[in-house]
């Protein structure tokens, strides 16, 4: 292929819609960066939203599944209907150039999840009905999909490319390792001048050091560990920012029953951070299980020192120290209280905050979309796509002679 020629790329994930989750604003902007350049997206999914027509895309929602597998049917019937020249899978299906499966593997999920649960409670995790079977839908669709003869894998982080080799038997040659970016202009210390003070004032935040915890999946995310962390620090000056969709009384009674009730706020479902990462003065989440943070990297764009652990496939990108700290153990908030504890030093916070946007500006999301353009681009050049390979097949045309 010559540099500039458009490519026709289908997107396929289960919902776009750029308001709903990291997954699909990021989707979004992949998107986004192909048309920019000239490129022809459609996106296939089970359901895309009306908020993405800001962008000349072509739309293919197959409607919803009973099951994991039935939709990557549907999604396989639809994407043989099109004429495409790369199919860039997110996860959802068996049918593709490209598999980068935002989430990791199912079964490494699954250990994360074991991971994040007091021993006593994992009996009744594994053995109840609704779990084993969503957990048995999801395998059976991953053992498909890396079972395929074709395409090329995009892990986003070494772990993840670990887990997938832990777990199936897919050839080296076959994998990638792309890490996720940020988009260092969308978040930038920069918002902190005309935000940080007033929403500060309004949360009764002044004097405080405050922490901001982000994520849907509370548990896995490493909440817990956060509030006793808060608790072993014994430090009023420390303040709980936590932001996500989900039900907060339970983790209220717990911080309540830590007698920290007063140093943590529960802010609900956020649909622009921005103004979060400005107010905060840290990120923290000791994630039991996360392929690539995009909310880490978001927070280390806006200028924050963040504490994960080594779970988080983002963590390679981090040095412990020096871009905020690295827990080596989830569940032990001991270790988190000492990293909270040396982010109470206000010029410790300012250095590793600088550090961190500085390794922001390395791993931005321009870098991480032209890397996976030039995986598009070696499919294409090479002949490898597999809607040629397919048309060629019913029309017999020998691609070896092509």
Not at 177 to 190: E, M, R, T
Not at 191 to 208: I, M, N, P, T
Not at 225 to 235: E, K, M, P
Request: aromatic content about 8%; hydrophobic content about 40%; some cysteine.
């Amino acid at each position: 292929m010559t540099e500039h020629q458009t490519l026709r790329v289908a997107l396929v994930l289960d919902r776009f819609d750029p308001k709903h989750g990291g997954l699909e604003h990021w989707a979004f902007q992949l998107a986004r960066w192909l048309i920019q350049r000239g490129h022809e997206v459609h996106i296939v999914a089970a359901e895309c939203s009306d908020d993405s027509t800001s962008l000349p895309l072509i739309m293919h929602p197959v409607g919803h599944a009973q099951s994991r597998v039935a939709l990557a049917e549907a999604l396989e019937c639809c994407l043989r209907q099109l004429t495409v020249d790369v199919i860039h899978d997110l996860g959802s299906g068996w049918y593709f150039d490209v598999l980068q499966p935002q989430f990791g593997t199912k079964r490494a999920d699954h250990r994360g999840n074991l991971r994040s649960l007091p021993w006593f409670k994992r009996p009744k995790y594994l053995w109840k009905k609704e779990h084993r079977l969503r957990l048995r839908d999801a395998c059976a669709l991953e053992r498909l999909q890396y079972s395929q003869p074709h395409g090329q894998v995009i892990a986003v982080s070494r772990m993840t490319r670990a887990d997938i080799k832990r777990d199936y038997p897919l050839a080296d040659e076959r994998m990638t390792v792309i890490h996720n970016g940020v988009n260092p202009g969308q978040f930038s210390p920069d918002d902190q001048d005309h935000v940080r003070g007033s929403l500060r004032r309004e949360l009764h935040l002044d004097g405080k050091v405050v922490l901001l915890f982000a994520g849907h999946n509370f548990r896995l995310k490493g909440l817990e560990t956060v509030l006793r962390a808060i608790h072993c620090a014994s430090n009023p000056r420390l303040q709980l920012l936590v932001v996500g969709r989900e039900p907060t009384e339970k983790w209220q009674k717990l911080a309540a029953g830590l007698g920290i009730g007063n140093q943590v706020r529960f802010c609900g479902f956020v649909p622009e951070i921005h103004s979060y990462y400005a107010t905060a003065d840290a990120f923290v989440q000791p994630t039991f299980y996360d392929p690539c943070s995009l909310v880490a990297l978001e927070a280390a764009a806006s200028g924050l020192p963040v504490v994960t652990s080594r779970f988080n496939g983002a963590a390679e990108l981090f040095q412990h120290g020096t871009h905020g700290f690295i827990v080596q153990n989830p569940r032990d908030h001991r270790e988190t209280a000492r990293c909270l504890r040396a982010l109470l030093d206000g010029a410790a916070r300012q250095q590793m905050g600088a550090a961190a946007r500085e390794l922001a500006l390395r791993n931005t999301t321009d870098q991480c979309f032209e890397r996976i353009f030039q995986v598009y681009q070696s499919i294409v050049r090479n002949g490898l796509g597999l809607k040629r390979r397919f048309d060629c097949e019913r029309t017999g045309v020998n691609l070896c002679h092509d």
